[in-house]
């Protein structure tokens, strides 16, 4: 795994009131509270943002958000800007989730302007990629990817990249208890390495961060995260109880 600290991150979606969210982190950040060489991230709800914050300061667990808006402001309304984020406590934001595509309109062009408003705010984007099974079945995984790679991160340069984690998340795989194998995610994931290394720098394509996601659970986390390229994971559904969680970031 060369030298990158893994990231364990999780990804609230719409779970959890401003109580609930409070109580969670502050479980949490208790319970990773001798965590020391890996990262730590939730993304909770915008409305519980500003709380968690305040619950996990001085912890070792960081702040996230699940998306934002690329202006910085305006009349959008129901939109955040970065800028609001990084002032709520956030140094992470998920950009591109298959949710947001699926439900919410967001294509790889959208992504590629929110990575670049999150970038310009300081913000470390946890870019989400990943293929249908429709389109795993027909072979098209490698090819999906390269153009979710391709479009989203068109026009920056290796050095704005830096802190961007790529998330890889096989939409098959998501809240449905299917978890790609080991092997299955390995592959893709020394895939995406390569890509890196054809498309921007090789000391790139080694630091990069790249989390795997979808249906990872305490009983999957150790086999995956021994496969030499895989950095970490986004968690959705075991990460909204902090004991749950808490085993993930103690595989
Ligand atoms: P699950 O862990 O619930 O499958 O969700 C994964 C995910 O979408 C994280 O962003």
């Not at 934001?93 to 959208?110: L, M, P």
Request: with cysteine; aromatic share 8%.
């Amino acid at each position: 795994m060369e030298n990158r600290i893994p990231l364990i991150a999780g990804n609230w979606k719409m779970f959890k009131t401003c109580p609930e969210a409070v109580e969670t982190a502050g479980q949490l950040a208790r319970l990773v509270a001798d965590v020391t060489d890996r990262d730590v991230m939730i993304a909770p709800p915008f409305t519980g943002l500003a709380l968690v914050a305040e619950t996990l300061k001085g912890s070792q667990v960081s702040l996230g958000a699940q998306n934002l808006f690329w202006e910085t402001e305006g009349a959008y309304t129901g939109e955040i800007s970065p800028a609001m984020l990084a002032s709520a406590g956030c140094t992470y934001v998920i950009i591109g989730h298959s949710e947001r595509r699926q439900y919410f309109g967001e294509t790889d062009e959208t992504m590629n302007k929110k990575i670049s408003a999150a970038i310009k705010s300081d913000l470390t984007p946890v870019l989400c990629i990943g293929e249908s099974e429709k389109e795993r079945e027909s072979k098209e995984t490698f090819s999906v990817l390269d153009k979710q790679v391709t479009k989203g991160l068109k026009g920056f340069s290796s050095a704005d990249m830096e802190t961007l984690v790529i998330a890889y998340e096989p939409i098959w795989a998501i809240g449905t208890g299917k978890t790609a194998t080991r092997e299955q995610a390995q592959e893709v994931h020394l895939f995406l390495r390569s890509l890196i290394e054809k498309k921007f720098e090789k000391g790139l394509a080694k630091s990069i961060r790249i989390l795997y996601g979808g249906s990872v659970k305490p009983d999957n986390i150790t086999e995956l995260m021994a496969m030499p390229d895989i950095d970490g994971a986004l968690v959705g559904g075991a990460s909204l109880d902090a004991e749950t969680f808490s085993k993930i970031v103690h595989y």
